[in-house]
Nanobody, 127 residues
């Protein structure tokens, strides 16, 4: 079972920034697309962003384009989600996820497309 560990969540005011980090084993990181999902209160879990193993391809939900940036640090086997211009609607539990192989930049991914999951980290944006 692959292990993913997220950290970096917290409470921030609207307009502020947070950076989430997910770490995993080298073997997992090397061959898997890494992604972020979020589960807002009262809603279903939704896709946020993903990045291919080579970092050549990224994919973002329309709701976060231009505000969030996903990146990989190969030396540390980590993936980051830099979240800027945060809004109250960004409040959610954020999950790191992984799936084997590449991704496409325009496909609408769902949680069913990812196999491995972290335990989640809470992000709360106050108005």
């Amino acid at each position: 079972q692959e292990q993913l560990v997220e950290f970096g969540g917290g409470l921030v005011q609207a307009g502020g920034s947070l950076r989430l980090t997910c770490t995993t084993s080298k073997s997992t990181f090397r061959v898997n697309t890494m992604g972020w999902f979020r589960h807002p209160p009262g809603k279903e879990r939704e896709f946020v962003a993903a990045i291919s193993p080579s970092s050549r391809t990224t994919n973002y939900a329309d709701s976060v384009k231009g505000r969030f940036t996903i990146s990989r640090d190969t030396a540390k086997n980590t993936v980051h989600l830099q979240m800027n211009q945060l809004e109250p609607d960004d409040t959610a539990v954020y999950y790191c996820a992984a799936r084997f192989g590449e991704i496409a930049s325009r496909v609408k991914y769902t949680e069913h497309d990812f196999k491995y999951w972290g335990q989640g980290t809470q992000v709360t944006v106050s108005s």
